[in-house]
C-alpha cells in the first residue's frame, strides 16, 4: 500500500479507537447542503461523520476483530463516531425521518455488532438525565416501603401501649 494510504488508514483507525461506537451509513442521494447539516448536527451530539472508502474500513474492522460489519461494506459509505451512542442515533434518527436518508447500516459498541434495529432502539431510549431519575427511583422505592412498614410497626405498637395505659387506669379507678 502506498505511504498516503497508509497514513489515511491510520488516521481512520486512530479515529476509531478512540471512540466508544462506530456506526456506518449509507449517504448515497444526500446533497452537500444535507451532509454538512448532518455534519453539524452530530457535531452538536459529540458525534463526527466521515465518508471513506470500504477498503481502508475493512482493513480496520478486520484488526479490530469485528468480521460481523464486513458484510455491511458495500455501496457508499460513512462512518459515524463518539462517545455517545445514544445521541448520535437520535440524531441520525431524526435526521432520517425529515431526509428519508442516511440509511443506517450497522454499528459497533466495543465489541457488540449493533444492527439497524438495535440502533433505532437505541434512538427511543429517554434522555440519561430520565434514565438516572428511573435507577433512582428503582433503589429507592424498597426503602421507602421498608419506612413505611417500620412506621406501621411503631404506630401499632403505640396503640397497644395506649391500650394497655388505658386498661390500667380503668382498673386503678
Known amino acids: 500500500m502506498r505511504p498516503e494510504k497508509?497514513?489515511?488508514?491510520?488516521?481512520?483507525?486512530?479515529?476509531?479507537?478512540?471512540?466508544?461506537?462506530?456506526?456506518?451509513?449509507?449517504?448515497r442521494g444526500l446533497k452537500v447542503e444535507q451532509f454538512s447539516d448532518l455534519r453539524?448536527?452530530?457535531?452538536?451530539?459529540?458525534?463526527?461523520?466521515?465518508?471513506?472508502?470500504?477498503?481502508f474500513l475493512r482493513l480496520i474492522?478486520?484488526?479490530?476483530?469485528w468480521?460481523?460489519?464486513?458484510?455491511?461494506l458495500k455501496g457508499q459509505s460513512a462512518i459515524i463516531t463518539g462517545t455517545d451512542v445514544v445521541q448520535a442515533?437520535?440524531?441520525?434518527?431524526?435526521?432520517?425521518?425529515a431526509n428519508g436518508k442516511p440509511a443506517v447500516k450497522a454499528g459497533m459498541m466495543g465489541n457488540m455488532y449493533l444492527t439497524p434495529a438495535q440502533i433505532d432502539a437505541l434512538a427511543d431510549l429517554p434522555p440519561r438525565e430520565v434514565l438516572l431519575s428511573m435507577v433512582?427511583?428503582?433503589?429507592?422505592?424498597?426503602?421507602?416501603?421498608l419506612v413505611g412498614v417500620m412506621?406501621?410497626?411503631?404506630s401499632t405498637l403505640v396503640y397497644v401501649l395506649k391500650a394497655v395505659e388505658e386498661k390500667k387506669n380503668q382498673n386503678a379507678n
Do not use: C, H, M
Not at 8 to 25: D, H, K, M, P, Y
Not at 67 to 72: K, L, P, R, S, W
Open 67 to 72: 468480521t460481523d460489519i464486513d458484510g455491511q
Open 61 to 65: 474492522t478486520r484488526e479490530r476483530g
Open 89 to 97: 442515533a437520535k440524531v441520525l434518527k431524526k435526521f432520517n425521518g
Open 151 to 154: 412506621k406501621q410497626k411503631v
Open 136 to 145: 433512582v427511583g428503582t433503589v429507592a422505592a424498597p426503602l421507602s416501603r
Open 6 to 27: 497508509t497514513s489515511i488508514v491510520g488516521e481512520i483507525g486512530g479515529r476509531v479507537n478512540s471512540a466508544s461506537f462506530l456506526l456506518l451509513a449509507d449517504y
Open 40 to 55: 453539524r448536527q452530530l457535531g452538536k451530539a459529540g458525534a463526527q461523520v466521515q465518508v471513506v472508502k470500504n477498503r
